[in-house]
């Protein structure tokens, strides 16, 4: 039940804040997010499963009843956890916090509704990363659009209008073709699933009960399928070229909702890829691991090129996200215990990191109020302890060794170089890894340009530290980041142990 | 087990120590948290002489410390100490330079007034502490982490003074060309780890060890079809991409001259003991692995050969001092990696030995010229120096023989030795190896030369500016070590004098005798003999007295310095490196080695960078807003058919009916 | 006797009258009058094919038709009145302020 | 479980089975009572109150029926009345749920809406007799009751749309409609007349029965395209159209409301009904495919209806076509049938969607009623900043939007999806891909509103002074309805499926 404690607790926090006077409903809304952070920690230390949640392995803080019954399939309410998503869970609720304290010194209008929706989002997003039933889990997938849309459509810059729709829409048509391929595969599977349980449903594909359906014989029927989900969770990853919302929706959201976006959001797309896609047809992965490999290749290198030739800082990170999530998918398509694992655990390292980046140009935006490169130098000289943490995660994001970034993506290049999946991989590999590089020529040169230098500032805003309730986030994360890096295991054995099942069996 | 041994992971931890210290509380420490690393540098120095010793007892320690990442069904990834005799040789160099320069930095930075100073040690305490992790790392991914690390500190270190717009550019510099060097690095660990499913350097299970297996066909390993030994060469060369960036060796050697922008303590630690003696041992390091690719070793050499005489010739018209010993350092490097290229390891190590102390010296004698000159590099407004400041002209002098590698200075023996190792190797029948050689020995005079130039330059002569005139002077803390590293300077070779062996016939080429004990995997025996099998070096078995190559060596040296002499030691010396012309102004750019990097950073790779944003806006993104501007554009034309004149209504009313009719009374066949 | 095709025949025929009534007249009465057009002809099938299958079904069905004809009638003057009101005529295509 | 078995064991008292209708209809007399007695001075409060308390009562015996069981299959079956020609089954039940819950909406709500209106009496027994011949087209089994119930339900509508004389728009949509909607029922009845004259028989199971051995396959497909033509008609589906956009937007907003949510339902239930028993897909002969025909219309409806409504500048006409679009989804439960394929769940997910779209766009149309109670304009310009100055209805009609969008936590989003979902596994995945498409675009237009009324701000200060009771009252029942309705679609989908069983 502590699962449903758990997203109870958010959503009720939800209505209490949205209710609230806009005075403290900024406090009111970081002291209640605390609860979950706490309730995800005691998920984390009482954890006792083992496996893999899909295929066999016990499920910890399980929940199962039926919902509803819809063409002959029992649609559960069923929740729990194992070593994949738990990891997820403790990163959304510590970040969801940091992201709404980070949000009292740039919001100030509507304060109430702004932390209520965000409190909105992280149940939603809890409920995401626990469901293990197709129909719940959609639900809150599609539910967390709903938040979203209003973050960035009423705080957000002087283009919010068209990220916010952009971003509902074209993340809407995703959704809506991955349910279609979904669907039809589970039809596919015909008597062989009885409910929409994901476990039922990967291991009975897994298991090659999957029949012919719509005209559409077994094996051509699988990889529309795939294809349909791939590209319905690539547009949230995003992968490219799939990713042009993702840069207007980050310019436009205020930086605490950019923290979420890039933090947890993105994750959905790969934490789906790795449950659904991943999970339930490796075969399939597996003979297109060509394509599959090639995209994130282009993901990262693409990405890495685009932020290199951005002036707004936020786009550089915004850009950057998009080259560091495509090393995940080519860590998901490996199918080592390195790749896997550590695509699973980049996940949390590029959650922290980047919403460490993203806070961080807020911070200096909140006191310069500009994000262009070209309008300040210097600005060490003022901030010196923002720009100290800006830098150290700058380095984070650059992969420097024992901060959590380069762990998941050594572990990702080791485990990918290593496959066995397709001769090519270490050529993949390799051209993926180019992207360290790239990533040091864009920070390094924003970096010199804004923090460094003779200090030069034309805005007649007053450059001094920022607040400590706005640098303390950002303290926290750089906290994590190294926590992470120095020690993995923290959550790296439980990954690997809930990612091991996949690598074997399933057509592999 | 040895007790002593066990402290070895205290002399990482002590610097580390001192950097939280000067990072938490330096601001509120006198002297911004110098006496914190001080004291560390001094305990990590005290351990480190310690362990040498008890190594010189012939014991070794490798212990596993720590788990990093724990592989279920998949290999572990782990952190451990490696103490052998080249480590422990190693600790003690980088122990006791860094306690120098820490002590150096009490006159340089604290009684020049500085801010910044907790940023300051604490950036040396990192520095330092993450060299030293990187010397007693017992596995490649250990090594790169470190080196990593060593590359964030030189940033932070060369970006010191980032108020200005110089060193934060220089820093990015420093930075990015080494990051382009680790990217292969990275690829070489990776490669290690699905070649070999290990990464650490020693015992049976190393990777060295079974690569040699391997080729020996006794056991197998993943080669993704290449022949085994090809495969072992395109590692090796991956994994010295991070070597020639660190040790910038051609062609990634541009970040170093820039990198004098930062505190010239800095650089001594940078180019004598750290950074750029990372590449060179871990070269050495893991010899074993590059000893069984004959390839990869004629590389090597090349490299080496070639950089050496390349940055030679550069050192020979700069105007600022730091900018001289740059290149020199560079230039000396390349005669390291000329020796491991060229199969001799103990040279290499006992180059970068002698090196170590001789180049740290003169950067801080530079340093502390600098000092006096209130920090104005340029040696055409020096001068005269010599009566005015003697402890740092003899000392520097002492440290300038070294490097031109006059008898009986510590230079000397190293660079013979190592010159001697290539041409015997050569003349085994290995071209490259000879043409190396060449190089390296024409380095030589070069050498010479611009050493002495800038000896001259500096300290003879008359004063050339107000400044010369009354230098501002230097205390304790400046002289101390420079006096320290000059008499090391001196008679540091004195441990390993193969020539004098070899006329005496007494047994006092010591570091040979050092560097034989250890584990078995990375004892010079097992290197000779693996060269000798794989490389076929020594195979032959021809002798070839030391002495005359000795002698051919010397006497360029002198030729280059004596040319010096007679150019530069004179009350008002003239620019005569101008005669060269043209050929100066290219050595004076550096053979346009920065101008094409630099244009392909920002001539090409911007470019592109900007072409792809276009085609990300236009194309990519377009397309999205393409779809949905059709969409909304058949909206507004599907909407006029709602013309609001009823009549219409029943007209396509009644026309959609009669479609329907029609179609389906085609389809299905009614009308016959 | 007269086979049922051309009770078809002659219904089809009355009904595209009607529809070519509504197409073409814009008053509104004449609308209204083709519509009834329409009803009759389904009630000519009606009552002959009542007459056909030898049931009353049709026949009553066409009473039932005839009586929803004049209540149709009936709601439609009252419309075409407050047409006429509004429009100040009774052509169809004059209320056009509510399109696309 | 009461006596529902006896309702129908005893044949004298079978015909309590028509209470809902009877009740509504009887609900309308009173009403007209009322006003005879006292023509001047009808208190509005009374009319809105009985016309709300008799289509709740209806309401509250039809779901007793409902769960009693009176006329499903574990009771015994459909009853059969008149000579088969009415029939009181699930489906007719379910609908008259349906109806019933609208009819009571509007009543509450123009309560306000008609404060300053003449004539309310007539109005709302008007509202009640059409909500009585809709309940009769759920029950009708046979073409003549069909055709009747049909008229029954339209005529009174005809009026109500044109009930503000004042007003061109009214009068406008009245013409339109009424002109449409006779043409309509001309084809239609044609189309049965047709029919007849193949079969020789107007109840619904006679005809199955007949048209399976006839060598006259072209006249009864005319027919049946004919009848098509009608349902095509009521359900506001291409080519039959034409009226309602300009019928909604010319309309009384709660009328709107009614017209768009009951009687579309109603036109739904006579086709369900109509087309599964007369013209059984076993039975029916090759030539007369009217699953494709429902295909198209399906695919053509929602397309145009979605694609029309994405570029409007009034609400209630982006409404309307929204409405049109609806029924384009709506049409997925006749278009995705086969021959032994998984009919009843398609044709449940329909009827379940139905009835969470009687609650969400009966709800938004009130919201409607309600900004024209207040005056403010009807562009989504003029909606600019409403949740500054009434943020209690914006929820709600963020509420509508999103679900009408199908997005959760509300019940629009389990209805769509289950309505693609029962296509796909009827083999249709292109027909849910279309809708796919389509509810793409219509999230694009219905969020327009929420961006209008939340994220732009006001161009100047509404005087929004009154609260009105009714308005408020229908408008967040409907919203909180539609938000129960996630949670709460187990039963509702439950129970439509398997009335909808009984039909095959």
């Known amino acids: 039940m502590i699962i449903e404690a758990l997203i109870a607790v958010t959503f009720l926090a939800a209505l209490v804040v949205f209710v609230a006077p806009d005075e403290y409903a900024g406090r009111l809304a970081a002291a209640l997010s605390a609860l979950p952070i706490l309730g995800s920690l005691w998920m984390w230390a009482q954890y006792d499963a083992s496996g893999n949640a899909l295929l066999g392995g016990s499920i910890a803080f399980e929940t199962d009843v039926v919902w509803l019954t819809l063409g002959g399939l029992d649609l559960h309410w069923f929740v729990g956890v194992d070593g994949i998503s738990l990891p997820l869970i403790v990163l959304t609720t510590i970040l969801s916090t940091l992201a709404i304290v980070s949000a009292w010194t740039p919001i100030t209008d509507r304060e109430s509704q702004f932390y209520g929706l965000m409190l909105f989002m992280e149940a939603n997003l809890l409920g995401v990363f626990t469901a293990l039933d197709f129909f719940a889990w959609f639900v809150f997938w599609e539910a967390v659009l709903v938040p979203m849309y209003f973050l960035i459509g009423v705080w957000g810059g002087p283009n919010r209008r068209y990220a916010a729709i952009k971003f509902f829409v074209y993340t809407n048509v995703a959704s809506l073709v991955m349910f279609i391929g979904f669907i039809a595969l589970v039809f596919g599977l015909g008597d062989s699933v009885s409910s929409m349980r994901l476990p039922e449903i990967a291991q009975a594909l897994r298991a090659g009960e999957l029949g012919a359906f719509a005209g559409l014989d077994a094996a051509t029927l699988k990889t529309v399928a795939f294809v349909a989900m791939f590209l319905g969770f690539a547009v949230k990853v995003p992968v490219a070229p799939l990713h042009t919302w993702l840069p207007d929706a980050h310019v436009e959201a205020p930086t605490p909702v950019s923290v979420m976006l890039a933090g947890v959001l993105l994750k959905m797309g790969t934490y789906a890829l790795l449950r659904f896609n991943f999970t339930m047809m490796p075969d399939v992965a597996t003979a297109l691991v060509v394509p599959i490999a090639g995209v994130a290749v282009i993901s990262v290198i693409y990405g890495a090129m685009l932020a290199l030739a951005q002036q707004d800082l936020k786009r550089i990170v915004a850009y950057s996200s998009v080259s560091s999530m495509g090393y995940v998918i080519l860590g998901l398509v490996a199918y080592t215990t390195y790749g896997v694992g550590g695509a699973t655990f980049q996940m949390i390292a590029h959650g922290l990191i980047s919403g460490l980046m993203f806070m961080a140009v807020g911070v200096i935006y909140n006191t310069t109020h500009t994000r262009m490169v070209g309008d300040m130098s210097g600005i060490a000289d003022r901030m010196p302890l923002t720009a100290g943490i800006f830098v150290a995660g700058a380095f984070g994001y650059m992969g420097l060794p024992l901060m959590a970034g380069f762990a998941g993506e050594f572990f990702i290049f080791k485990g990918s170089f290593e496959s066995t999946v397709h001769a090519g991989m270490p050529l993949f590999t390799a051209a993926a890894m180019f992207g360290i590089v790239i990533v040091a020529g864009y920070l390094l040169f924003a970096m010199q340009r804004t923090l460094f230098g003779p200090f030069s500032f034309d805005g007649e805003y007053e450059i001094t530290n920022a607040p400590f309730h706005d640098v303390a986030p950002l303290a926290v994360l750089l906290l994590l980041t190294i926590v992470l890096g120095v020690a993995p295991d923290l959550f790296f054995g439980m990954i690997q142990d809930a990612v091991n099942p996949i690598l074997t069996g399933g057509g592999l | 087990m040895a007790g002593i041994l066990d402290f070895a992971p205290a002399i990482v931890l002590l610097p580390f120590v001192s950097f939280l210290v000067a990072l938490a509380v330096g601001d509120r420490l006198p002297k911004g948290g110098a006496y914190a690393g001080i004291a560390a540098t001094a305990g990590s120095l005290v351990l480190s002489i310690a362990t040498v010793l008890t190594v010189a007892g012939g014991q070794t320690y490798d212990a596993t410390i720590y788990t990093w990442a724990e592989g279920l069904e998949a290999v572990d990834l782990t952190f451990g100490v490696l103490i052998d005799p080249l480590s422990a040789m190693m600790l003690l160099i980088v122990t006791l330079v860094a306690f120098l320069v820490h002590v150096f930095s009490l006159g340089y930075m604290n009684d020049e007034g500085e801010t910044g100073l907790p940023r300051y040690y604490a950036g040396l305490g990192l520095f330092t502490a993450s060299m030293l992790g990187f010397v007693v790392a017992d596995n490649l991914l250990m090594a790169f982490m470190f080196f990593e690390l060593v590359g964030l500190c030189s940033y932070l270190l060369i970006g010191f003074h980032f108020r200005e717009p110089g060193p934060p550019s220089a820093a990015k510099k420093a930075f990015l060309v080494t990051r382009f060097g680790d990217y292969f690095f990275l690829v070489g660990v990776v490669a290690v780890f699905a070649t070999f499913g290990t990464a650490s350097f020693v015992g049976s299970e190393s990777f060295p060890a079974l690569a040699e297996a391997a080729l020996r066909g006794e056991a197998s390993v993943t080669t993704f079809g290449f022949a085994p030994q090809t495969w072992f060469t395109i590692v090796g060369l991956l994994v010295l991409g991070g070597v020639i960036g660190k040790s910038a060796q051609f062609p990634l050697h541009t970040w170093l001259p820039d990198a004098m922008e930062g505190p010239t303590p800095v650089s001594a630690l940078i180019h004598a003991a750290t950074m750029v003696a990372a590449g060179v041992y871990l070269v050495a390091r893991m010899y074993g692995f590059y000893a069984v690719s004959p390839t990869a070793l004629a590389i090597i050499a090349f490299v080496g050969g070639f950089t050496a005489l390349f940055a030679a010739t550069m050192g020979l018209v700069k105007r600022e001092i730091k900018q001289v010993l740059a290149y020199s350092t560079i230039s000396q490097y390349g005669y390291m990696m000329l020796a491991l290229g060229g199969g001799g390891y103990v040279a290499a190590t006992f180059h970068l030995m002698t090196h170590a102390f001789f180049k740290a010296l003169l950067f801080l004698g530079a340093g502390s010229v600098i000092i006096a000159m209130h920090h104005n590099e340029n040696m055409w407004d020096m001068g005269g120096l010599k009566d005015k400041m003697p402890v740092t002209y003899y000392t520097f002098l002492s440290g300038s023989l070294a490097l031109a590698g006059i008898f009986p200075f510590a230079g000397f023996w190293s660079k013979d030795e190592v010159l001697y190792e290539t041409l015997l190797h050569g003349l085994d029948g290995n071209p490259i190896l000879l043409g190396a050689y060449a190089m390296g020995l024409l380095a030589v005079f070069f050498t010479g030369f611009y050493t002495f130039r800038m000896v001259f330059l500096t300290f003879h002569g008359k004063p050339r500016t107000q400044t010369a005139e009354d230098p501002h002077g230097v205390r304790w803390n400046v002289k101390f070590p420079l006096a320290v590293l000059g008499v090391l300077a001196a008679v540091a070779g004195l441990v390993n004098m193969v020539p004098v062996a070899e006329l005496t016939g007494l047994h006092i080429e010591f570091l040979h005798t050092w560097l034989e004990h250890g584990y078995a995997g990375l004892t010079t025996e097992h290197y000779s003999t693996l060269l000798q099998d794989f490389a076929g070096y020594g195979a032959a078995g021809l002798h070839l007295s030391p002495l005359l190559p000795g002698a051919v060596s010397l006497g360029l040296a002198l030729a280059g310095s004596g040319l010096a002499y007679l150019l530069y030691n004179v009350p008002e010396p003239v620019r005569h490196t101008d005669r060269l012309g043209g050929i100066k102004k290219v050595l004076y750019n550096n053979y346009y080695q920065d101008e094409y990097q630099v244009w392909l950073a920002n001539g090409v790779t911007r470019p592109v960078a900007r072409a792809a944003n276009k085609f990300d806006g236009g194309v990519v993104d377009g397309v999205v807003n393409g779809v949905s501007g059709v969409s909304l554009f058949a909206g507004g034309r599907v909407r006029r058919i709602q013309t609001g004149v009823v009549s219409n209504y029943a007209v396509l009313l009644t026309l959609g009916l009669t479609a329907l009719l029609l179609a389906f009374g085609i389809l299905g066949g009614w009308f016959v | ?100 | 479980m009461f006596d529902a078995i006896a309702l129908q064991t005893e044949p004298v008292a079978a015909w309590t089975a028509l209470a809902p209708a009877l009740l509504l209809g009887l609900t309308g007399l009173v009403l007209l009572g009322i006003d005879t007695v006292s023509p001047k001075e009808t208190s509005n409060t009374l009319l809105a109150g009985v016309s709300a308390a008799g289509s709740l009562l209806a309401f509250g015996v039809a779901a007793w029926f409902l769960v009693a069981g009176t006329g499903q299959v574990r009771t015994g079956g459909a009853i059969s009345l008149y000579g088969d020609t009415l029939v009181v089954d699930g489906m007719s039940l379910f609908f008259t749920l349906i109806f019933t819950i609208v009819t009571a909406m509007v009543a509450v709500a123009s309560y306000d809406y008609l404060r300053e209106q003449s004539h309310r009496a007539e109005f709302y027994s008007l509202v009640l007799f059409a909500a009585t011949g809709m309940t009769m087209m759920s029950m009708a089994n046979s073409l003549a009751t069909v055709f009747i119930s049909l008229e029954l339900a339209s005529l009174p509508s005809y009026a109500l749309v044109a009930f503000l004389k004042k007003n061109r728009g009214s009068v406008e949509a009245g013409l339109k409609y009424f002109l449409i909607g006779s043409v309509s029922s001309g084809v239609m009845v044609f189309g049965i007349s047709l029919v007849y004259a193949v079969t020789g028989s107007l109840v619904l199971g006679d005809v199955a029965a007949a048209i399976g051995d006839t060598e006259m396959a072209g006249v009864l497909g005319m027919g049946v395209l004919m009848i098509v033509g009608g349902v095509a008609y009521k359900t506001a589906s291409v080519p039959f159209h034409f009226w309602a956009p300009e019928a909604y937007e010319g309309a009384p907003a709660p009328i709107s409301a009614f017209l768009s949510s009951a009687s579309k339902a109603a036109g739904f239930a006579v086709a369900f009904r109509v087309f599964v028993e007369a013209f059984p897909l076993g039975a029916i002969p090759a030539g007369v495919d009217w699953v494709l025909a429902f295909q198209v219309l399906a695919v053509v409806t929602m397309t145009l209806g979605n694609f029309a409504a994405a570029t409007q500048e009034n609400v209630k006409r982006m409404l309307a076509y929204s409405s049109i679009g609806h029924a384009g989804y709506a049409l997925i439960g006749l278009a995705a049938l086969t021959a032994g394929g998984p009919n009843a769940s398609v044709l449940g997910a329909s009827m379940a969607h139905l009835l969470v779209y009687g609650f969400m766009n009966t709800g938004a149309f009130l919201f409607i009623a309600l900004v024209e109670h207040w005056g403010v304009g009807r562009t989504f310009e003029d909606y600019n900043g409403l949740a500054s100055t009434a943020p209690i209805a914006a929820v709600a009609m963020t509420v509508f939007m999103f679900s009408l969008a199908g997005l959760p936590p509300f019940g629009g989003f389990l209805s769509k999806y289950a309505l693609f979902f029962s296509a796909i596994e009827a083999g249709f995945w292109w027909l849910a891909a279309v809708g796919a498409i389509n509810s793409a675009l219509s999230l694009f237009y219905y969020s327009r509103v929420v961006k209008a009324m939340w994220i732009e701000s006001p161009a100047e200060d509404f005087e929004i002074t009154s609260r009105p009771v009714g308005l408020y009252a229908a408008v967040l029942f409907a919203g909180l309805a539609t938000l129960l309705l996630l949670p709460a679609f187990g039963p509702v989908i439950e129970t439509a499926q398997a009335v909808a069983a009984a039909l095959f």
Do not use: H, K
């Open chain 3, 1 to 100: 006797m007269v086979p049922p095709e051309y009770y078809l025949l002659l219904s089809a025929a009355v009904f595209c009258i009607g529809l070519f009534g509504i197409l073409t007249r814009r008053n509104a009465l004449l609308f209204l009058m083709s519509v009834e057009l329409l009803l009759n002809a389904a009630n000519i099938n009606l009552v002959a094919f009542s007459f056909v299958w030898g049931n009353v079904t049709g026949q009553t069905f066409g009473l039932f038709v005839m009586a929803l004809a004049a209540a149709e009638v009936a709601i439609g003057i009252g419309i075409i009145l407050v047409l006429y009101r509004n429009f100040d005529s009774v052509d169809v295509t004059e209320a056009t302020t509510m399109r696309w």
